[in-house]
């Protein structure tokens, strides 16, 4: 289980990324844009500089749904592969079987 702390912290960023991120393609598709001045492009790139750390998506870490461990994400199932191995043993999940008895 990982600490609430980092749980909440997750939200938060996740939060940040999604208000921002209309934003962030408008400024990072100007700042490479080869036919505006490069003025322009510098101040894009300035005002990409500016915004929240936490508005960037490199930020976000794949978490288990479930208990929130960063480490060992599937995406498949949007688990952790301890709580994958538990959730395949138990039935849980369609489609997935074990590979030997």
């Excluded at 939200?11 to 940040?16: H, M, P, S």
């Excluded at 500089?49 to 949007?78: E, F, K, Q």
């Excluded at 301890?82 to 138990?90: I, S, T």
């Amino acid at each position: 289980m990982a600490k609430t702390s980092k749980i909440a912290a997750q939200a938060r960023r996740q939060a940040i990324v999604a208000r921002y991120a209309q934003r962030r393609a408008e400024l990072k598709a100007a700042s490479v844009n080869p036919h505006l001045p490069l003025a322009e492009r510098s101040a894009a790139m300035a005002a990409l500089h500016a915004l929240p750390r936490d508005a960037s998506p490199t930020r976000l870490r794949r978490r288990d749904a479930v208990d929130g461990r960063p480490r060992g994400h599937i995406r498949l199932t949007g688990t952790s592969r301890v709580r994958f191995r538990e959730m395949a043993l138990r039935g849980e999940l369609p489609g997935i079987v074990k590979s030997s008895w």
